[in-house]
C-alpha cells in the first residue's frame, strides 16, 4: 500500500491578492483542522491576512525558511521575479527536505523552479481571479518527482478554490490566455451588454445585475447540463425572434471571431513573456 502523503501544515509566502485569498479559502474549507502558516516580507500585510481568518487560527512567521520548516505544503504566491530568489534560499537552508512546493507564480516553468530545488516535489499552478471566491479554473502541471499522492493530496486542497485542469506544462500559456485572462474578456462583455440595456431605458445597476445574473446562469447551464454551448444557444434562438436578430448583430460585426483572436493574442503574449 501507497504512503499517504498528509498536508496537515500549509505554508503560504506572499500575501498579495492571490496569496491572500487562498489562504481564506483553503482556511474556510470543510477539509479538516490544518495549520496555516504565512509570510510576507510586508509583516503587516501578512497579519491582516492572519485576521481575515477569525475562525482558523494562522500563524504570521518571522521568515520565508521559518514557514518552510513547520509546513509540510508550501505555496509560493510571491512575484514572478522573486521566486528564484525564495526558492533557491529555502532549498539552501534545507528548509524544504520532504516538502512539497506549489508555485503560483505566471511564466516560470516547471525547469527553472526544480533548477533552484533539486530533487524536490513541485507542482507549477496558475489559478484564475475567479478562485478568490471559490469558483476558479485552475490549471496546474506536476514535476516528475511528484508522487500521485501528493498530486491527489493538492487536488483535494486546492478543490476549495474551483475546478482543477491536469495540464502538459505545454499547454500553460494557452490556459493563461482563455482562462487566465477570461474573466477579464467576461467583464468586458458584461459591462457592454450592461450598457446596451442602459441605452434602452433599464439604468444601471439593474442592467448590470441583470447581466450578472445571466452570465452566471448561463455558465452553470453548460457546467452542470453537460451540453454544448452551441446547443444552448439554439434551444434559445427561435428563428425570426429577438435572439436571432441579437445574435445577427453580433456575427456582423464579427465577436466571435474577436473572442478567437484574443486567445491567440493572449497566448502568443503569454509565450514570450515567458521567455523574457
Known sequence: MAEQKSFASIGVIGCGNMGGALIRQIANAEQGKKQLFVYDADTGKAESTARACPNRAVEVCASAIDLARKSALIILAVKPQQIQEVLSNMYASGALANKLVVSIAAGIPLATLTACA??????????????????GAIAWTAA?????????????????????????????????AL??????????????LAEGGLREGLDKA????????????????????????????????????T???????LETDAVRAACIKAVAAARARATELGKL
Not at 179 to 192: C, D, K
Open 144 to 176: 516528475a518527482s511528484v508522487r500521485e499522492n501528493e498530486k491527489s493530496a493538492f487536488e483535494e486542497l486546492f478543490s476549495a478554490c474551483g475546478i482543477l485542469f491536469p495540464l502538459e506544462e505545454k499547454l500553460m500559456d494557452a490556459f493563461t
Open 206 to 241: 439593474s442592467a448590470l445585475a441583470m447581466t450578472a445574473q445571466t452570465f452566471l446562469g448561463a455558465a452553470r447551464m453548460v457546467l452542470e447540463l453537460g451540453e454544448h454551448p452551441e446547443v444552448l444557444k439554439d434551444r434559445v434562438t427561435s428563428p425570426g425572434g
Open 118 to 135: 533539486p530533487s524536490i516535489g513541485i507542482i507549477r499552478t496558475m489559478p484564475n481571479t475567479p478562485a478568490q471566491i471559490g469558483s
Open 179 to 192: 482562462a487566465g485572462s477570461g474573466p477579464a474578456y467576461a467583464f468586458m462583455l458584461m459591462n457592454a
Open 243 to 249: 435572439t436571432a436578430a441579437g445574435l445577427a448583430a
